[in-house]
């Protein structure tokens, strides 16, 4: 180690680097064998727990490389003189490969086109804010040199949302308890509808009834002048009523039922029979 030029700090960073890379990597692999083998699907919650585990990980990585970042960048990976060449070759190859593969280069470009379109988008919206809102910021000013008026600005716009998207909330419930205050008193005991009122005509509206709807008030009437001893415009009810039961001594035969007997029932379920009848 001495032959290196590192330090102790320096091989502890190293050391620790290629902890987290070992970890990063049975992390990887353990999910990859969970999702490949599983059926169904593992649950959301073990994938959201390896998910958490992968973020972790990185993070710890990202850390010790911001830190060591100088180390990092001096220092090159040279293969040891009994290091299996032979044998670990295409491990050998992975450690010296100065670029990564090229679906490994696809996918890390991807990533810094997303985030590329990210800040762009976050600094648009805290630069209009901070135009719109102050004053004193539109000679050209950013956020990075106003962060306390940018993060006030912003409180500001969430406020302002909330209180535009409060507002339209209780106008939609004022709205609603009108309506139905209006439903209770004027339309709910109504039996026509709107259009059977102002178009059709109520009478010409096909109800299938001789009489009109149910009215209490008529009906209270009409009990009054029928306990005057007016009984003449009484309606005739015609109850449909059962028949009276048979007498006690009388004997009723047995209803006819079309199908064979009981008996050949009983006896092709016993025995495998069936007479016709």
Request: a negative charge; proline letters at 7%; charged letters at 25%.
């Amino acid at each position: 180690m001495a032959s290196l030029n590192l330090t102790q700090e320096e091989l502890k960073a190293v050391e620790q680097s290629r902890q987290r890379l070992s970890q990063l990597s049975h992390s990887i692999g353990s999910l990859r064998h969970d999702v490949l083998t599983s059926n169904p699907l593992p649950d959301l919650d073990s994938l959201q727990a390896s998910a958490d585990i992968l973020q972790h990980n990185l993070r710890s990585l990202l850390e010790i490389l911001a830190v060591h970042n100088d180390l990092f960048q001096r220092i090159a990976v040279h293969p040891s003189t009994n290091f299996p060449g032979r044998t670990q070759e295409n491990i050998l190859l992975q450690l010296l490969r100065k670029k990564p593969e090229p679906d490994v280069e696809a996918a890390m470009d991807e990533g810094r086109e997303a985030l590329a379109r990210l800040a762009s988008t976050t600094t648009t919206t805290t630069t209009a804010g901070t135009t719109s809102g102050q004053g004193g910021l539109r000679n050209g000013g950013t956020t990075k040199n106003h962060p306390a008026a940018a993060a006030e600005l912003t409180a500001e716009q969430q406020r302002q949302q909330t209180a535009e998207l409060e507002s339209t909330w209780n106008a939609a419930r004022d709205f609603c308890l009108d309506r139905i205050r209006q439903y209770a008193q004027d339309e709910d005991d109504d039996p026509y509808t709107e259009e059977e009122r102002e178009i059709i005509g109520i009478a010409n509206v096909r109800t299938g009834l001789r009489k009109p709807q149910y009215d209490p008030f008529a009906d209270d009437d009409d009990d009054e002048d029928g306990e005057g001893g007016d009984g003449g415009d009484d309606d005739v009810m015609i109850v449909d009523r059962p028949p009276p039961p048979p007498a006690p001594g009388v004997a009723t035969a047995p209803p006819e039922v079309e199908g064979t007997s009981l008996e050949n029932l009983l006896r092709f379920s016993a025995r495998g029979e069936f007479v016709p009848t």
